[in-house]
């Protein structure tokens, strides 16, 4: 039972314009979603996080949307640039635990 | 002082044999996670760790995965009588107070 989905497995933006990449929950007890990037042969890296107290966290080219009716997050990063290309993945967590629940996430290229 | 080390990076063992991986999480980090990603799939969660004690194993997958901490600081997972499904990069993550997880580069095991 995937409780964190991503279910575009890649996505291809050109560089300078907005990549928005998407992620969808199913349990309502999350409270706090992440974002992470990961690199080939690398461990991921965070990137921007939400509370679920929020609608909108804004971090530089990076901002992340909460849906909380919907069960949806988008990351929409603005203006997109070459180096952005890699794999993201949308985390959630109920903060009355300690657990991590993952996307499989989304490769995303970006073209110059 | 410097992030979450893995060793080692790339493992190549034969089927049967035992492996050990090793994690050194960031100095101070009280939570330690272990995840693995198998090809195409997300981060799958397989323990954590709140100083040395491992409140929740569930998510390893078979009783031929074990791990443990010592000292509040470096810990192994062990897998016993390794099969080809094994075959992962295994990540590793620390955590201090806040939510965020910084990761180690994973340690790529392969069995044949």
């Known amino acids: 039972d995937q409780q964190v989905k991503q279910n575009s497995p890649s996505l291809s933006v050109q560089e300078g314009r907005i990549s928005i990449l998407n992620c969808d929950y199913t349990n309502s007890m999350f409270d706090y979603f992440l974002w992470y990037k990961k690199y080939p042969a690398e461990g991921p890296t965070f990137l921007i996080s939400i509370s679920s107290i929020k609608d909108k966290n804004e971090d530089g080219r990076f901002t992340v949307f909460l849906n909380k009716s919907a069960k949806h997050l988008s990351l929409h990063i603005v203006p997109s640039q070459p180096g952005d290309s890699a794999v993201y993945f949308c985390a959630a967590s109920d903060s009355g635990t300690y657990k991590y629940i993952f996307g499989t996430g989304t490769r995303l290229k970006v073209l110059a | 002082g410097a992030g979450v080390s893995q060793s080692p990076s790339n493992k190549v063992t034969e089927k049967g044999k035992d492996v050990e991986l090793r994690c050194d999480p960031i100095?101070?980090?009280?939570?330690l996670y272990w995840y693995r990603q198998s090809l195409g799939q997300g981060l799958e969660f397989l323990i954590y760790?709140?100083?040395?004690?491992?409140?929740?194993k569930s998510g390893l997958p078979s009783d031929r995965f074990s791990a443990e901490r010592t000292g509040g600081s470096v810990s192994t997972l062990t897998i016993q009588r390794t099969q080809q499904e094994d075959s992962a990069v295994y990540l590793c993550a620390s955590r201090h107070d806040d939510y965020e997880q910084y990761f180690g580069p994973g340690t790529r095991l392969t069995v044949t």
């Open positions: 100095s101070g980090h009280t939570a």
């Open positions: 760790f709140q100083g040395n004690s491992a409140p929740d």
